[in-house]
T-cell receptor, first 117, second 113 residues
Framework: AQKITQTQPGMFVQEKEAVTLDCTYD???????LFWYKQPSSGEMIFLIY????DQQNATEGRYSLNFQKARKSANLVISASQLGDSAMYFC??????????????WGLGTSLAVNP | DGGITQSPKYLFRKEGQNVTLSCEQN?????MYWYRQDPGQGLRLIYY???????QKGDIAEGYSVSREKKESFPLTVTSAQKNPTAFYLC????????????FGEGSWLTVV
């Protein structure tokens, strides 16, 4: 079963508008972390934001915020005021802290975001 | 500047040849990782190392080998036993496996011709 699901293969957004990229996850581990990474066409994987399962508040990093709904097992990424440079693939990933498997990251298949001028 | 350096960026290999991808980090991170990415796919873990002279297999280790003789370096060898080696390879590191964030290099494209 997929542990990380990103249901949007592709998204379009107008420049300066906000966009939400969906991510749902599945785990029975009470302690886990959720990550979002950006991968531009150059290939580099760029860390954007992190949310711990025990964090009381939603994580924010500049124009990025994570809408964490624990009961729904949802960790959507919100990008405010989109810029042309935001066009890239976006990956959601999860780390299970008690999995006993080096706590590796489990990855979704990604969402391709295109920002239109 | 601190970071992770992968080389070469692009590599072509003939079938039957071994190739080694370099990964160097100056972040003083203990843990290092190698991931493989195929088109339209997420990342899959090949090998990881939590400490010098120690490494563990990931999900798709067959046909690959690694070494960790120095803290800064974690080279990956793609051997001739790897049946489908054409892919994008990403090296990463973190403070430890308990660290919150994994940082990545710019990746290496390997094409078998």
């Amino acid at each position: 079963a997929q542990k990380i699901t990103q249901t949007q293969p592709g998204m379009f957004v107008q420049e300066k508008e906000a966009v939400t990229l969906d991510c749902t996850y599945d785990t029975s581990d009470p302690s886990y972390g959720l990550f979002w990474y950006k991968q531009p066409s150059s290939g580099e994987m760029i860390f954007l934001i992190y949310q711990g399962s025990y964090d009381q508040q939603n994580a924010t990093e500049g124009r990025y915020s994570l809408n964490f709904q624990k009961a729904r097992k949802s960790a959507n990424l919100v990008i405010s005021a989109s810029q042309l440079g935001d066009s890239a693939m976006y990956f959601c990933a999860m780390r299970e802290d008690n999995a006993g498997n080096n706590r590796k990251l489990i990855w979704g298949l990604g969402t391709s975001l295109a920002v239109n001028p | 500047d601190g970071g992770i350096t992968q080389s070469p960026k692009y590599l072509f290999r003939k079938e039957g040849q071994n190739v080694t991808l370099s990964c160097e980090q100056n972040l003083n991170h203990d843990a290092m990782y190698w991931y493989r990415q195929d088109p339209g796919q997420g990342l899959r873990l090949i090998y990881y190392s939590q400490i010098v002279n120690d490494f563990q297999k990931g999900d798709i280790a067959e046909g690959y080998s690694v070494s960790r003789e120095k803290k800064e370096s974690f080279p990956l060898t793609v051997t001739s036993a790897q049946k489908n080696p054409t892919a994008f390879y990403l090296c990463a590191s973190s403070i430890g496996t308990t660290g919150n964030t994994i940082y990545f290099g710019e990746g290496s494209w390997l094409t078998v011709v």
